[in-house]
Structures are given as C-alpha cells and as structure tokens.
C-alpha cells in the first residue's frame, strides 16, 4: 500500500500568491483530514471530510483557505492570498469509514510551506 | 469537550534509561487512545494504541495502558535508544460526534543522548 501522497514536498511562494497542496488518500478510507502544524500553535485539524463531503471547517483560520474533496482519491488544500503567517507543515490523514473509535488514522509525509 | 493534555517537553535521557511522558485526557464516552511518534522531517505514525479500558498496547518496546480510573495513559519504554529521539503525540478518537475524529495532544519531544 502506497499510502497517504503529499504533493508537493515543499513549497516556497512569495506573500500573496496562491498555494495549492494536494492529497491522495489510502484507498478504501472514506475520511480525510487537514491539518497544520506549527511551533507556536502545535498541531491543529483544519477540516476533514467524509466520503467527499466537508464534515466540519470550523478550524480553517479565514476565508483565504479552501479544500476541495473532487473524488474519493484527490483532495486539495488553497492557501490565496498566501501570507507569512501561513508558513507552515501542512499534513493530509485518512482513515476507514466505519462507525468506530478504535479505526487507526494514517497521516502522509507533509507539505513545508514558507511564505516569504 | 474532549481534551488531551501531555507533560511539557523536552525530555533529555541518556541511553538505555527508562522513558515515561505522562498523557491524561477528558473525554464523553469511551474513547479510544493512540500514541503517535513524528521523527525529524517526517508525518505523524502510530506508535500503539488502546480500544477500552486496561487495554495495554505496545510496540517497539513501548507499552501504555488504558487506565479508565485515572484517565491516563502514559507512555514508558524501559530502555531508550537515540533512534527513540522523536516528537510523541498522545490522542484520543472522541465519540459524540459520531465520526470519531482525533483530539491530539501538544506532543512531547524526546532526545535520547548516547
């Protein structure tokens, strides 16, 4: 199994340009999950799906940041305007469907974003 | 709402000594209780994990058991390695909203000395 994907590795971008980062799911998991992860604020859920569908945005920071979920096994994360405050590791994680506390959540390798 | 909280970091051992990092957490429910280890430049893996209460899980020579009582679940190894050097997330997969999403801890980093 290949794996939660991460594309790109790492991002370096000028402060207000757009930034997409994309993930592919293990195959099979029905839930996705973005999260952030800083020195400051530690490791932060930003937004998870289900089955395609946006379950809870509540931890987006503003309305410059977006995910889509098109299909099972592609999702995106938008950062625009991109600015400093948004450099960050940014990770995708996914896990099975099934209605259970004990389903293990598989994280990819990260995306390293530095704004400039 | 649910909680995780860890002990603060970071912890400095030397080789071959005993490894506790204290997780204690609140929750609604039963929830189910992960240790995560992230290595320098990498993601998140799970480490072990705990279904229900005295659960021990273990792995690599790490064990934490599930006390329900005490609503911890501490994380020991008795004899570290420097390749144990790492950031440790203690977690819990909360049960009320009915999708079961993780609440992490601040996470614990360890450096194991030689």
């Known amino acids: 199994d290949a794996g939660v994907i991460q594309s790109p590795r790492h991002e370096v971008t000028e402060m207000g340009q757009e930034v997409t980062l994309r993930c592919k799911p293990i195959?099979?998991?029905?839930?996705l999950f973005w999260y952030r992860q800083t020195m400051m604020r530690g490791l932060e859920l930003l937004i998870y799906?289900?089955?395609?569908?946006?379950?809870?945005d509540s931890g987006m920071p503003e309305d410059r940041f977006s995910a889509k979920m098109p299909n099972a096994s592609f999702s995106t994360l938008k950062i625009q305007p991109s600015e400093p405050r948004d450099s960050a590791v940014y990770f995708c994680?996914?896990?099975?469907?099934?209605?259970?506390?004990?389903?293990?959540?598989?994280f990819g390798p990260g995306t390293r974003l530095t704004v400039l | 709402g649910d909680s995780v909280t860890q002990m603060e970091g970071p912890v400095t051992l030397s080789e071959e000594a005993f490894l506790t990092i204290n997780c204690t957490y609140t929750?609604?429910?039963?929830?189910?209780l992960f240790w995560y280890v992230q290595y320098p430049g990498e993601g998140l893996q799970l480490l072990l994990k705990?279904?229900?209460?005295?659960d021990k899980g273990s792995n690599k020579g790490f064990e934490a058991t599930y006390r329900k009582e005490t609503t911890s679940f501490h994380l020991e190894k008795g004899s570290v390695q420097v390749s144990d050097s790492a950031v440790y997330f203690c977690?819990?997969?909360?049960?009320?909203?009915?999708?079961?999403?993780?609440?992490f801890g601040t996470g614990t980093r360890l450096k194991v000395l030689a």
């Open positions: 799906f289900n089955n395609n569908v946006p379950i809870d």
């Open positions: 195959s099979g998991h029905d839930y």
């Open positions: 705990a279904t229900k209460a005295d």
């Open positions: 977690a819990l997969s909360e049960t009320t909203s009915g999708t079961y999403k993780y609440i």
């Open positions: 929750a609604t429910g039963y929830p189910s």
């Open positions: 994680a996914s896990r099975r469907g099934t209605a259970s506390s004990t389903d293990t959540q598989y």
